[in-house]
């Protein structure tokens, strides 16, 4: 048995099987949130890639890299080992269907591969196959895989996933922080951090493809006390502070915890609007600042 969250309203995976399983009989996982949607907008015949990228693969190892190159490094890796280390999960439903819980991208390369006969062998994959389990373990696993666990997800996909958790599969909170571990504030925290970036910072960037995961951190910086009333007391809106973030105007990412001061200060505040952060800050160093404080609270 498997264990997942703590003693109290704890989650049990059964034991699942080893084995060698036909690629052709394995079907995706089309429960999944991000793959139900990406299916609904590009087709039932997604390329490995886009799914992938539907999936926010990747780890906080890769960041900086963009979605194609991280794709090409698990591709290129399959490849030159002949096959997959860790295995992928399976659950085998009641009229014995596979569905994968974990590892579609690495199921659609196989039968990527297979189609336009790259040199290998790809009709079968290893695979941890489960009986029966729930939606409940099914969840479980998946965080205690991506959240907690060697495989983990980037920050923004992680809080994709609590918020598509909490809002899509109407989990409560205290299930959610059973699953994955750590506090309640915290999964709060990372649920409005995705909600604030997705309904600001995505408008602002729009269809140009410049949507930045990594930018995520600052909206996480923005759920800090003080933040969001510093920017609305100011005169500005969240959108706003989307733009800021955009535009570089708080990079580092951590100079969202000096925005309160620097709205304070009205020259600050002048200097951070035309050059940034950095710029502002240096400036409260300055003693005649003191001076030219605006009604902005601490």
């Excluded at 997959?84 to 014995?96: E, F, K, T, V």
């Excluded at 029966?132 to 920050?155: K, Y």
């Excluded at 001061?261 to 600042?289: N, S, Y």
């Amino acid at each position: 048995m498997k264990w997942v969250g703590d003693s109290q309203g704890a989650v049990v995976v059964s034991s699942g099987i080893h084995s060698l399983i036909a690629v052709e009989d394995i079907e995706l996982d089309r429960s999944n949130p991000r793959i139900r949607k990406f299916l609904e907008m590009y087709g039932d015949q997604p390329t490995p890639e886009q799914i992938f990228l539907a999936l926010g693969a990747g780890n906080d190892d890769d960041v900086g890299s963009s979605t194609s190159t991280t794709f090409e490094k698990l591709k290129q890796s399959i490849i030159t080992n002949g096959g997959i280390i860790q295995p992928i999960i399976l659950n085998r439903r009641a009229d014995g269907s596979l569905i994968c819980v974990e590892g579609n991208t690495r199921v659609a390369l196989y039968k990527h591969f297979l189609k336009t006969g790259v040199k290998g062998t790809w009709t079968d994959i290893p695979a941890l196959v489960h009986n029966e389990i729930d939606d409940a373990s099914v969840h479980a696993i998946r965080l205690q895989i991506h959240l907690v666990g060697t495989r983990p997800w980037d920050p923004y996909s992680k809080a994709k996933y609590l918020y598509e958790l909490r809002t899509q599969e109407h989990l409560p909170f205290a299930t959610i922080v059973d699953y994955c571990g750590g506090r309640q504030t915290e999964v709060v925290e990372h649920i409005n951090a995705y909600a604030d970036m997705e309904e600001h910072y995505r408008p602002v960037v729009g269809d140009d493809g410049s949507f930045d995961t990594t930018r995520f951190s600052g909206f996480i910086e923005l759920q800090k006390p003080g933040i969001k009333q510093a920017v609305t007391a100011a005169g500005f809106t969240l959108s706003d502070f989307a733009r800021w973030i955009h535009d570089g105007k708080l990079y580092p990412l951590q100079k969202v915890r000096v925005l309160p001061r620097i709205l304070r200060h009205e020259k600050a505040r002048d200097v951070f609007l035309k050059q940034g952060a950095r710029k502002a800050e240096a400036l409260l160093e300055k003693p005649d600042l003191n001076s030219k404080r605006v009604g902005v609270p601490t």
